[in-house]
């Protein structure tokens, strides 16, 4: 989450949700500042100095114990209501959605590269339909990038060799400013984008023209051509069957019982880590001797892999 006083006006439930947890902790610190500022003003003239005789009459002055228990409790069920709250909106903004769209980005010096499932690629420019989740599924090429939407109220730092993820709500059509937060290099001010919300008709339009494809397979396609021509199949099935690995089918999204214990979720990264480290998480009951393909396959290469792996339901 970011600042969402220096973003412009909100154009998704992210960024409404955000907007009011700033606006709770600055209406309650306001409360108090204005409540502590008033005692303050209110003391120093009611209690101001007098003469000896005066203050002689002060001089038995004794602490209050409730009013002590009053003063540390308050502030602290203040800021435990911050950090509910803003936990629980953090929280519904990083959950993944159910239906989401599935949008690869490659950040590198000084774009960023979206790529689509059925295989078209679009640099600076993001098109999605309205009404419909999207995750964004992000890495980089180079160095931190930081994907940040402005009108969202959300930014997510984009890592060399992790992915990293994003979810957004698209339910207003419009045009939205993309900014890389992270100072990337002498470029970096140049390095923006648009997120552009259209209507659904007008996203199926566009699709049907093809406009940016650069090849004629689509990502799950590529990515079984990829594990073809690499001979992942003679050891990983796709119809279940139990080879030298884990079978492919089914293996996305389900809970994996390592062999030094502990489990993991076959997520993306998990299957990017697999690739590129196959001996740090090893499956139980598979032996430890797939090679590393780290620096022979692309990281777009490594995107088509996962995405025809996740359709092996």
């Not at 008033?38 to 003239?45: C, D, K, S, T, V």
């Not at 069920?77 to 911050?82: D, I, K, P, Q, S």
């Not at 001797?289 to 088509?304: E, H, L, Q, W």
Request: aromatic share 12%.
């Amino acid at each position: 989450m970011t600042n969402a006083f220096a973003a412009g006006a909100a154009a998704s439930p992210s960024a409404w949700k955000i907007d009011a947890v700033f606006l709770f902790i600055t209406g309650v610190s306001l409360f108090f500042f204005l409540l502590v500022e008033g005692l303050l003003i209110y003391f120093a003239i009611r209690y101001r100095r007098r003469k000896a005789s005066e203050d002689a009459a002060t001089s038995d002055v004794k602490s209050n114990t409730v009013l002590e228990i009053v003063w540390v409790l308050v502030p602290t069920l203040a800021v435990l209501a911050f950090f509910v709250y803003g936990y629980m909106v953090y929280r519904d903004v990083t959950s993944p959605q159910p239906g989401a769209a599935d949008i690869n980005v490659t950040a590198g010096q000084f774009l960023y590269e979206f790529k689509y499932p059925d295989g078209r690629t679009a640099m600076n420019e993001l098109r999605v339909p309205a009404g419909r989740p999207v995750k964004l599924i992000m890495t980089s090429r180079d160095v931190i990038h930081g994907f940040f939407i402005p009108d969202y109220r959300i930014k997510q730092d984009v890592l060399p060799g992790q992915y990293t993820y994003l979810h957004l709500q698209p339910d207003r059509e419009g045009t939205y400013d993309i900014y890389c937060t992270q100072y990337c290099g002498v470029g970096h001010s140049t390095m923006r984008a648009k997120l552009i919300v259209m209507s659904a008709g007008a996203y199926a339009a566009w699709m049907e023209r093809g406009e940016g494809v650069k090849t004629a397979m689509s990502l799950p396609e590529k990515g079984k051509a990829l594990l073809e021509k690499f001979g992942c199949l003679g050891c990983h099935s796709i119809d279940g069957t139990v080879k030298v690995g884990p079978s492919f089918k089914g293996l996305y999204g389900r809970e994996k019982h390592l062999e030094k214990g502990g489990e993991t979720i076959a997520d993306e990264e998990y299957l990017r880590e697999s690739i590129f480290d196959p001996g740090a998480k090893v499956v139980k009951g598979f032996p430890n001797i797939m090679p590393t393909f780290k620096g022979s396959i692309p990281d777009d290469d490594v995107a088509a892999i996962i995405a025809y792996i996740k359709t092996l339901k």
